[in-house]
Nanobody
């Protein structure tokens, strides 16, 4: 099975940018659709973005539309979440997740059996 590891989180001021990476090992990332979720303290984990295995479909949640972009480089077994114009409400633990249904673009947590450990993003006001 695939293992996922997120990097790139950190502390940034309002309006700043971060680029999160999700690196796969164990199996090629190309065998999976990939998504990003986030979870703020005291809140449920919520969908952020999804991209199918060959990038034919990519989408982000309405709450981050126009600010976040999802992408992937299968040759490098890595997916990315580019986050611009960050706001304090974006503060959360960010997780990448993999779905063996390669053409899925589900926003439901239950569709993703594989998860990384998360990377913390903190946006100061």
């Amino acid at each position: 099975q695939v293992q996922l590891a997120e990097t790139g989180g950190g502390l940034v001021q309002t309006g700043g940018s971060l680029r999160l990476s999700c690196t796969a090992s164990g199996r090629p990332l190309s065998r999976y659709a990939m998504a990003w979720f986030r979870q703020a303290p005291g809140k449920e984990r919520e969908f952020v973005a999804v991209i199918t295995w060959n990038k034919w479909y990519a989408s982000v949640a309405d709450s981050v539309k126009g600010r976040f972009t999802v992408s992937r480089m299968n040759a490098e077994n890595t997916g990315f979440l580019q986050m611009n114009s960050l706001q304090p409400e974006d503060t959360a633990m960010y997780y990448c997740a993999a779905n063996p249904n390669t053409n899925s673009y589900s926003s439901e947590r239950a569709a993703y059996p594989y998860w990384g450990q998360g990377t913390q993003v903190t946006v100061s006001s």
